[in-house]
């Protein structure tokens, strides 16, 4: 199958989600990663990898038989790392990735998430419940500002 260039996908792409550990996510996680945060937003990919990969959960999201989008869950409630390759952002691939880290953070029974929004995010997490905290903050050069889900068990 040939891939997809994400333009030719009406404005809501069929999305299945996985969620996994890092060995088994890596694969589609990785290429992902150093594609949108690395090449895209000119991160140092010696900050890209860190000790939180091999201790979260990952999520990945295909379209087809395409990876398109990655997010992780730390076991202390953090979501982090979401990236959605550019060609397919808008059509619901972030919404069904985020959702799906919501539904393991309450499997695992954690009360409430916490993530740090690049600043352009801060609208997108907004849709699904998080709201700002604190002051705006720098990480890895790019303003960001803290986010907190209250109650993650109320759907
Ligand atoms: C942030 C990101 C993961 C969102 O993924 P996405 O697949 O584009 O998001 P969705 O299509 O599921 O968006 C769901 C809703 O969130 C909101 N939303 C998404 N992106 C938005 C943006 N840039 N500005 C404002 N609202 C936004 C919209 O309400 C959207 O619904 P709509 O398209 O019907 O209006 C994606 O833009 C991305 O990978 N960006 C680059 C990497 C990045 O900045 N990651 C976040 C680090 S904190």
Redesign the pocket.
């Known amino acids: 199958m040939t891939a997809s260039s994400g333009d030719d996908l009406p404005n809501r792409a069929a999305v299945r989600v996985e969620v996994l550990p890092w060995k088994k996510a890596l694969n589609g996680a990785k290429p992902l990663r150093l594609a949108?945060?690395v090449q895209?937003?000119g991160i140092d990919e010696s900050e890209e990898w860190d000790e939180s990969d091999p201790v979260s959960w990952h999520a990945l999201a295909f379209v087809g038989a395409q990876c398109v989008?990655t997010?992780r869950l730390l076991p202390e409630g953090k979501i982090?790392?979401?990236?959605?390759l550019k060609a397919?952002?808008?059509?619901?691939?972030?919404?069904?990735?985020?959702k799906a880290l919501m539904d393991e953070a309450r499997k695992l029974g954690l009360p409430e998430l916490r993530?740090?929004?690049?600043h352009?995010?801060i609208?997108?997490y907004r849709?699904f419940g998080f709201e700002t905290e604190g002051e705006p903050h720098i990480e890895v050069g790019i303003p960001?500002q803290w986010m907190k889900r209250r109650d993650v068990n109320r759907g």
Request: hydrophobic share 45%.
């Open positions: 949108v945060f895209e937003q989008g997010g982090g790392r979401m990236a959605v397919f952002r808008r059509k619901g691939v972030g919404a069904a990735i985020l993530l740090s929004a690049q352009q995010a609208e997108f849709q960001h």
